[in-house]
């Protein structure tokens, strides 16, 4: 059997210290000053061995070492960009809300103007009242539509509240669009959409504004009006489809 490392070293020690003579004088024979040189050579070639795993060790702790460190920097880098993420929503957010109570305050002086702008309107001739409209509506239809938005514009003015006026907004909106005129168009798609948010039209008025203030490039009111569908006709058709622009934008 193989001697251990420290019976080899302890061996080896001791043949080292004795001086050769004494060393002849214990071992007289070739064959033990042989094994003195085999003990010499094994002792030698585990010094070697162990040298070079300690280098293997050293090594692998050198490369963990450097893999903590990276991995420590990594972490850093992404605690950064976590902080930078978690600012920018806050920010966003803040941003949404601010615009959302700025558009409700302007929404309410604009109704509260409305409402201290009526006065008691003048009585007017029904049937005066529909043969208008049916007039501005039958240039519509002929797709006359500058002079059907022409005719509603009129029928606005002299009929401000009467029973048609939530037809004449939107049918006067609706024309002003096909004249290309989409800033008017846009106009009156939001005041009938403000007018009378519960008409079964308004989700669609405000979708044709969407589409009037894209012609005009106005993209940040495009984008507002489609917020304002999204958020007041969620389960419309046109609400849903705003929403949809919205996840893409």
């Known amino acids: 059997m193989r001697l251990g490392l420290a019976a080899l070293l302890t061996a080896l020690s001791l043949a080292a210290a004795l001086p050769l003579p004494a060393a002849a004088g214990v071992f007289d024979d070739e064959e033990a000053r042989e094994r003195i040189e085999q003990l010499r050579g094994q002792v030698r070639g585990e010094l070697a061995e162990l040298g070079k795993r300690l280098d293997v ?53 604009l109704e509260q103007a409305q409402v201290e702008a009526k006065v008691e309107a003048p009585k007017v001739d029904p049937a005066q009242e529909t043969r ?26 002299t009929y401000p509240s009467g029973s048609l006026a939530a037809s004449a907004h939107y049918w006067g909106a609706y024309a002003h669009s096909q004249a290309k005129d989409h800033a008017v168009a846009a106009e009156l798609f939001g005041k009938f959409a403000t007018g009378w948010p519960n008409d079964e039209r308004a989700p669609v008025a405000l ?23 999204a958020e007041r006709y969620p389960n419309s058709e046109p609400g849903k489809r705003a929403k949809l622009r919205l996840k893409k934008k």
Request: aromatic letters at 8%; a positive charge.
């Open 57 to 109: 060790v050293s090594r692998n702790q050198i490369d963990f070492a450097n893999q903590v460190e990276s991995i420590k920097a990594d972490l850093a880098r992404l605690r950064g960009q976590i902080e930078v993420l978690t600012h920018e929503l806050d920010a966003a957010q803040k941003r949404q809300k601010d615009f959302y109570v700025d558009l409700d305050n302007r929404l309410r002086k």
């Open 132 to 157: 208008d409209y049916e007039a501005a509506l039958a240039a519509l239809k002929a797709a006359k539509f500058k002079e059907a938005a022409t005719a509603f514009g009129g029928f606005i003015k």
């Open 207 to 229: 979708e044709s504004r969407v589409a009037s203030f894209d012609a005009l490039k106005d993209w940040k009111a495009s984008r507002a009006t489609l917020e304002q569908l």
